[in-house]
């Protein structure tokens, strides 16, 4: 069957690029990898790999890192360990509040 559709789409010029060095290391155009991608979404009818997130706790425990880090140093293990429990619900928020700034004081 003779290709006669185009698809067009935006992305950043960053993005191009980085996809563009990956797909010319494994012998690709960017066209060609996109008819791949199409193709096998076809095959699998879906998309030809997993799409997943972390589970629940590992978003909240990097979200809870990133709040908790002071001046570039990540959490202890002992503030992350505090966050485990309040997000298992074994401890309040008071309580571990109390805890964490009990470990930065």
Not at 21 to 50: C, D, K, R, Y
Not at 57 to 68: G, W
């Amino acid at each position: 069957m003779p290709k006669t559709e185009t698809v067009h789409t935006r992305v950043t010029p960053e993005i191009k690029r980085k996809a563009d060095a990956v797909f010319e290391s494994i012998g690709l155009t960017t066209s060609q990898a996109i008819m791949l991608f199409l193709t096998a979404s076809v095959n699998h009818n879906g998309l030809p790999f997993e799409l997943s997130l972390p589970p629940k706790e590992d978003q909240d425990l990097a979200f809870a890192t990133n709040i908790v880090t002071v001046d570039g140093v990540p959490p202890s293990e002992a503030a992350k360990n505090i966050f485990r429990l309040y997000h298992r619900g074994y401890i309040d928020y008071e309580t571990a509040q109390f805890a964490i700034e009990r470990l930065y004081k």
